[in-house]
């Protein structure tokens, strides 16, 4: 079976010109139309996506050595409940979302979410930028954002790097001997974009991408580049409990004194 399609005529076989068509008009209804896009021979299958562009900013780069803290964890003299409502109140204090429940378990649990600069919190490494007056200087890959000159002096344009990330703090106080064992473990989402931009403003080629990694572990971007938890964020909360709670083996007033 043949089908006309405009001046040409698709089979199964594939599609030729029809001499026959000119100067004549088909009328095709939406119905004929979506037949003829689904049929086969007659359309070309669709083009893979272009790769990502291949931005290379991070000159000379030297990851992060050795691995990861594991995630913390503190045993405690209150029970759950108890434990995560003193911690809820004093980390609400510092602006990020939270929220908190209670399991069927006993388990007493709180969430934070935020988003900001990474570098106080990720180790990922170092690299070699060229500063605008030309001196070449080793900085923190894990920096918020970065404008670089392009090397070929050339060329007048900039690459504008920037690493930005959204973190999910998870604490839980298990029951444990009438007390409560608090473990804390982040997840980190770490977005990572680079545009070579024109001086008058014109993005020329951007990248971004994308990884996600929790406490204990690190992640890799397709570039190269190497982000692992500091494990900052993490002892922050352990610290906070040891100030606001009573920690197994201390008493309540040599705790609060030390505070």
Same mark, same amino acid.
């Given at each position: 079976?043949?089908?006309?399609?405009?001046?040409?005529?698709? *089979?199964?076989?594939?599609?030729?010109?029809?001499?026959?068509?000119?100067?004549?008009?088909?009328?095709?209804?939406?119905?004929?139309?979506?037949?003829?896009?689904?049929?086969?021979?007659?359309?070309?299958?669709?083009?893979?996506?272009?790769?990502?562009?291949?931005?290379?900013?991070?000159?000379?780069?030297? +990851?992060?050595?050795?691995? +990861? +803290?594991?995630?913390?964890?503190?045993?405690?003299?209150?029970?759950?409940?108890?434990?995560?409502?003193?911690?809820?109140?004093?980390?609400?204090?510092?602006?990020?979302?939270?929220?908190?429940?209670?399991?069927?378990?006993?388990?007493?649990?709180?969430?934070?979410?935020? $988003?900001?600069?990474?570098?106080?919190?990720?180790?990922?490494? *170092?690299?070699?930028?060229?500063?605008?007056?030309?001196?070449?200087?080793?900085?923190?890959?894990?920096?918020?954002?970065?404008?670089?000159?392009?090397?070929?002096?050339?060329?007048?344009?900039?690459?504008?790097?920037? /690493? !930005? /990330?959204?973190?999910?703090?998870?604490?839980?106080? !298990?029951?444990?001997?009438?007390? $409560?064992?608090?473990?804390?473990?982040?997840?980190?989402? /770490?977005?990572?974009?680079?545009?070579?931009?024109?001086?008058?403003?014109?993005?020329?080629?951007?990248?971004?991408?994308?990884?996600?990694?929790?406490?204990?572990?690190?992640? !890799?971007?397709?570039?190269?580049?190497?982000?692992?938890? *500091?494990?900052? /964020?993490?002892?922050?909360?352990?610290?906070?409990?040891?100030?606001?709670?009573?920690?197994?083996?201390?008493?309540?007033?040599?705790?609060?004194?030390?505070?």
């Amino acid at each position: 079976m043949s089908i006309p399609r405009g001046r040409a005529i698709c *089979t199964e076989k594939g599609c030729v010109p029809d001499t026959k068509a000119r100067g004549r008009w088909i009328r095709l209804g939406p119905l004929t139309t979506l037949l003829l896009a689904l049929t086969t021979g007659c359309t070309p299958p669709p083009s893979a996506p272009a790769p990502p562009p291949r931005l290379p900013v991070e000159r000379n780069y030297r +990851p992060p050595e050795g691995p +990861p +803290p594991a995630p913390p964890s503190l045993s405690v003299e209150e029970r759950p409940e108890r434990a995560i409502e003193l911690l809820a109140e004093a980390l609400a204090a510092s602006g990020p979302k939270l929220g908190r429940g209670t399991r069927e378990t006993g388990e007493a649990w709180l969430v934070l979410t935020s $988003s900001g600069d990474p570098e106080p919190f990720l180790d990922c490494g *170092t690299f070699e930028a060229i500063a605008e007056d030309g001196r070449v200087e080793r900085v923190p890959a894990a920096r918020l954002s970065m404008r670089l000159p392009i090397p070929l002096a050339e060329r007048r344009e900039v690459f504008l790097r920037q /690493l !930005r /990330l959204d973190g999910r703090l998870a604490v839980s106080a !298990r029951p444990e001997d009438g007390r $409560s064992r608090i473990d804390v473990v982040a997840s980190y989402v /770490l977005t990572r974009t680079v545009d070579r931009v024109a001086l008058d403003g014109r993005i020329l080629e951007s990248q971004r991408e994308t990884v996600a990694f929790e406490t204990g572990r690190a992640g !890799r971007f397709d570039q190269g580049l190497i982000c692992r938890p *500091t494990g900052r /964020l993490e002892e922050a909360v352990i610290e906070a409990a040891r100030k606001l709670l009573t920690p197994v083996g201390a008493s309540a007033g040599d705790e609060r004194e030390g505070a």
